[in-house]
Each structure stands twice: as C-alpha cells, then as structure tokens.
C-alpha cells in the first residue's frame, strides 16, 4: 500500500503563487508516476500535471501549461506542484495520484491510478 498526503493549499489572490506538496509513504518503490488533479465544485476530476518516477518525464494540461511546474525529490518521497500566476478558475481541491504503471496517453484517466491522497483546497480570488 501507499499513502499519499497533500498540503500546502490555501487561498491566494490571482496572479499570485502557491505551492503544493504530495508525501509518500509505504511501498514508494511501486510508484511509477504521481500526478496533480484537481477538481473545482460542480465539475468533474481534472489530470493537471504528471511526473514519471523512472525519467522525471513531466506532462501538462493545456490550461495549466507555462504555469505550473511538477517536481520531485525522490529522496525525501515528496512531489510539488509550484504553480505561478494563478486565476480564479484554478480554484479546486488538489489531489494527487500514484500509479504504478502509466501509459502517457493515459496520463489523465483517473481509473489508472492506485492511491489517491485526501486532497488540498487551493482558493484564488479575483
């Protein structure tokens, strides 16, 4: 099993930045990507960004490009979401995934990830 434990979230006006963390703990070694969705209310769960545990490969939504970066430090089993000029439309809760096998095109299929962590609100007012 892993456990996964977000925080970091809080409220922030637009063109402002935050940073978010995801812990890992347990059986990290089947990790083979975590990544960032977030889901805003009334809406459906959203892949942000990816992070491959083998390569450091990382993906982005289209909305979230130029914006957010997604990094890692392996050694203390953390993964960031550092997300910069941020709007009101990012608003969500924020989650992380792990999985352990994630095809690239699959990136944003939620259904593909194991453990889930219990999610962080990230509130950017206008």
């Known amino acids: 099993q892993v456990q996964l434990t977000e925080f970091g979230g809080g409220s922030v006006e637009a063109g402002g930045s935050l940073r978010i963390s995801c812990a890992a703990a347990?059986?990290?070694?089947?990790?083979?990507?975590v990544t960032w969705f977030r889901q805003a209310p009334g809406e459906e769960r959203e892949g942000v960004a990816v992070i491959y545990r083998d390569d450091s490969a990382t993906l982005y939504a289209d909305a979230v490009k130029g914006r957010f970066t997604i990094s890692e430090d392996i050694a203390h089993e953390l993964v960031y979401l550092q997300m910069n000029d941020l709007k009101p439309e990012d608003t969500a809760t924020y989650y992380c995934?792990?999985?352990?096998?994630?095809?690239?095109?699959?990136?944003?299929?939620?259904?593909?990830?194991?453990?889930w962590g219990q999610g962080t609100q990230v509130t950017v007012s206008s």
């Open positions: 995934a792990a999985g352990s096998s994630i095809v690239n095109g699959l990136w944003m299929v939620e259904f593909e990830y194991q453990y």
């Open positions: 347990g059986n990290t070694w089947a990790i083979g990507a």
